[in-house]
């Protein structure tokens, strides 16, 4: 098989050389983390003063985790090791309870940032020859821009269409003749589900390749993706916390994704008690960025459980695989792409006077695509009689949540006392999304 | 004169129409008129009763969201063009009527409509200044 590389020299760079260079990385970051008051006084109560203290691996373990409500605590410029006019980006993720995660880069983060991306898609055997169409929402959320920039630098014609319009992704297709996608799998089996309506037929298009991601979805899931659409699907990982899309990707071999480990060191820690696994062991992934200077994140919990390939891939890079993301140590909701913490809605229900405090999360599929519905009980004393009223609070609710979670869920109104009352926000959530 | 009509929320769930009316039939409140506005998501159950006050009191202590709205029983001719003339009082005189429907049973050689006028009071003075005779609150309760 050929084995396409974009770096191949650090891409297949042995591991006592990766890890040299992961060591001297690791200590450029704490050095830039500790001009922010966040790290400043996190490293300095464990005794980390200067890059100086990190003299190997084994002090990694004394730096305490980062976790989002870190992030969120240190909103807006906590966490900001630059000066303001350094920053060229600024990205931004919602929180958990409507504080947002921000992210700043500076010029030479992007560049990493974008080199990283155009690894990741070279390794799936693109090239400059390709027409990728990026599916994948611009704005603040990273997955547009990140795939964006790689895409550009590996020479592809870009179409910058973002996501949703169904009809005018599939008209984009045929006209331009796109062989690459960047999309949620559930999008891509949906886009499928409308060929026939419009006219189409997987053959008639030249499309080779989807990156897909931002979602989990089984093995069952790609090879019906590849087999629907006459395509090879690729596997991707990403958080805005470590830049975005591009930690991980597949290579040729579809055997789950390298990830970069001159860029990130990577751990796999038992949630429980914090300690590292075995390769091989799941458990949640931990990360720390050694390529953004303008916001160092040091051993973030990403809340995502997978493991680590212990044996080598057959092409050669000798960057660990991490497992496809098998579960998640928080209760975050993932609809179509999109993250959503039931705190959020929580939080917007709350602020409604006409619904009383029960409410119920429901999640399931329509089609291909993810359906959320917020269940909420009316307060009997506000209610006269009136359907439009009724009508207008449900539109106000759907767009009060709109406004905090992104995506816009379908609102019910139910009766006092119907939805089941329970404890703890676990079991509000009702997933009926098939595992497979 | 203003009749009390009685609102009744319903979540869109099988059964829920069935156990107002078993539970009003079980305590002898009959139902004179009745209507369904529906949406996608629930329902509101509209109807005339012949005890409101108590089917009210019997609905809200069985968990139903229920509640009192005025409206207005006009007598409508039953023949062809009686509504239409009706409806034309309306219009002529600015009446908007937010929605209405018909009695389940006739009322001599008239019928029975149910009015839910966006102002009751003013609707009324039309209605009496056309002598168009409205049904009393003590005549539902008779029917």
Known sequence: ?436 | MKITQISVFLENRKGRLYDVCSLLGAHHVNIRALTIAETESFGVLRMVVDKCDAAVKLLREHGFVANFTDVVAVEVPDTPGGLAAVLKVFADNDVNVEYMYGFVEKHSDKALLVFRFEDTDVAQQVLAKHSISIVTKQEIEGL
Not at chain 1, 354 to 370: R, S
Not at chain 1, 416 to 435: C, I, M, N, Q, Y
């Open chain 1, 1 to 436: 098989m050929d084995i396409p590389f974009w770096s191949k020299e650090i891409e297949t760079l042995d591991r006592a050389s990766l890890q040299a260079i992961q060591l001297e990385r690791l200590r450029d970051m704490v050095s830039w983390a500790l001009k922010t008051p966040f790290y400043n006084k996190k490293l300095s109560s464990v005794g980390i003063r200067s890059p100086e203290d990190i003299r190997g691996f084994r002090d990694l373990e004394r730096i305490p985790f980062t976790t989002k409500d870190d992030l969120r605590r240190s909103f807006p410029k906590g966490l900001l090791a630059v000066e303001m006019t350094e920053v060229v980006r600024i990205h931004s993720s919602s929180g958990t309870t409507g504080i947002p995660t921000v992210i700043y880069y500076t010029r030479d983060d992007v560049d990493r940032w974008t080199d990283l991306l155009a690894r990741s898609i070279v390794a799936t055997g693109a090239s400059a020859q390709d027409i990728f169409q990026n599916m994948m929402s611009y704005g603040l959320f990273t997955g547009g821009l990140g795939l964006h920039y790689g895409a550009e630098r590996v020479g592809m014609a870009v179409i910058p269409i973002g996501g949703g319009n169904t009809k005018r992704q599939i008209q984009t297709m045929k006209d331009f003749q796109t062989t690459i996608l960047h999309v949620t799998p559930s999008y891509l089996l949906h886009i499928h589900s409308q060929f026939e309506a419009e006219g189409v037929k997987a053959g008639d298009l030249a499309l080779r390749r989807a990156f897909i991601g931002a979602e989990p979805h089984s093995e069952n899931t790609r090879r019906k993706i590849d087999d629907l659409l006459h395509i090879q699907a690729f596997n991707s990982y990403g958080l805005s916390e470590l830049n975005g899309p591009g930690v991980a990707f597949e290579c040729v071999c579809r055997k789950d994704m390298h990830l970069w480990e001159d860029a990130y060191i990577v751990e796999i820690i038992d949630p429980t008690t914090g300690r590292n696994v075995e390769d091989g062991q799941e458990g949640e992934v931990v990360l720390t960025n050694l390529i953004r200077r303008a916001m160092p994140i040091l051993r973030y919990r990403t809340r995502d459980l997978a493991f680590l390939h212990p044996e080598p891939c057959e092409c050669g890079r000798t960057h660990r695989r991490l497992s496809r993301i098998l579960g998640r140590t928080d209760d975050m909701l993932i609809i179509n792409g999109v993250n959503v913490f039931p705190s959020q809605i929580e939080e917007k229900i709350m602020k409604v006077p006409e619904v009383a405090t029960n409410y119920q999360i429901h999640v399931d599929k329509k089609g291909a695509l993810d359906r959320l519905t917020v269940k909420v009980e009316i307060y009997p004393k506000l209610f006269l009689g009136d359907v439009a009223k009724l009508e207008a609070l449900r539109a106000r609710i759907r767009e009060e949540l709109r406004s905090s979670i992104v995506i816009s869920p379908n609102v019910e109104l139910h009766e006092p006392g119907s939805l089941p009352v329970s404890e703890g926000k676990a079991k509000r959530v009702v997933d009926e999304r098939p595992k497979d």
